[in-house]
């Protein structure tokens, strides 16, 4: 089955409820991961979108995820909610 929902973050899929990051009222977020969100907030604000790129990697690569996926997920990052408004001021 394709997952239906990304974090608007990192990509990684959160169909599941366990993997969605925390709003501050303690429900779950439906655009962020756990890894990226938690009560209401992003963990890493200051995190690049280089940094966010590398990471992705490291973490889908540790999952032994086809190199054909990971390569989908970072091309779609700058589509992403969180980074879309970096690329509009700054295009790619
Ligand atoms: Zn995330």
Aim: glycine letters at 4%.
């Amino acid at each position: 089955m394709e997952p239906k929902l990304f974090c608007q973050s990192c990509t990684m899929p959160i169909d599941k409820l366990a993997d969605r990051g925390t709003e501050k009222d303690g429900s779950k977020s439906s655009e962020y991961c756990k890894y990226c969100y938690q009560n209401g907030a992003l963990i890493n604000p200051n995190m690049t979108f280089e940094e966010i790129k590398a990471l992705v990697i490291t973490q889908m690569k540790k999952m032994n995820l086809p190199p054909g996926i990971v390569e989908k997920s970072v091309k779609s990052l700058p589509y992403l909610k969180r980074w879309r408004t970096v690329h509009e001021k700054e295009p790619l």
